[in-house]
């Protein structure tokens, strides 16, 4: 069993930075992917970033291209995802994920672990 728990999470106001953080514990997750998804009130679950196991493949959605980074500690299970620029409607809570395999299967095929969630308010 994986544990996934996410931190940094707030209010802040438009064109602030905010860096989340995830840490997984339970096991090593050297051959996991990792990634954030959001979900704003209303509204479906979305990919917002992934990373391959090793750090070398990212993936980011088109809303947030050139404004978020997702990096990984793989001596410490931890994924990070540095938001910069950030808009009203990046308001959503954050859920970090893991899942054994590569960024398309977590994508494609479903997450294996869920954190619970942590909530990013963006105000205008």
């Known amino acids: 069993q994986v544990q996934v728990v996410e931190s940094g999470g707030g209010l802040v106001q438009a064109g602030d930075s905010l860096r989340l953080s995830c840490v997984a514990s339970g096991r090593s997750c050297s051959d996991y992917a990792m990634g954030w998804f959001r979900q704003a009130p209303g509204k479906e679950r979305e990919v917002v970033s992934a990373i391959s196991w090793g750090g070398r493949n990212t993936v980011n959605a088109d809303s947030v291209k050139g404004r978020f980074t997702i990096s990984r500690d793989i001596t410490k299970n931890t994924v990070y995802l540095q938001m910069n620029s950030l808009k009203p409607e990046d308001t959503a809570v954050y859920y970090c994920?893991?899942?054994?395999?590569?960024?398309?299967?977590?994508?494609?095929?479903?997450?294996?672990?869920w954190g619970k969630g942590t909530l990013v308010t963006v105000s205008s």
């Open positions: 994920a893991t899942t054994r395999g590569t960024i398309a299967k977590m994508i494609r095929s479903g997450v294996d672990y």
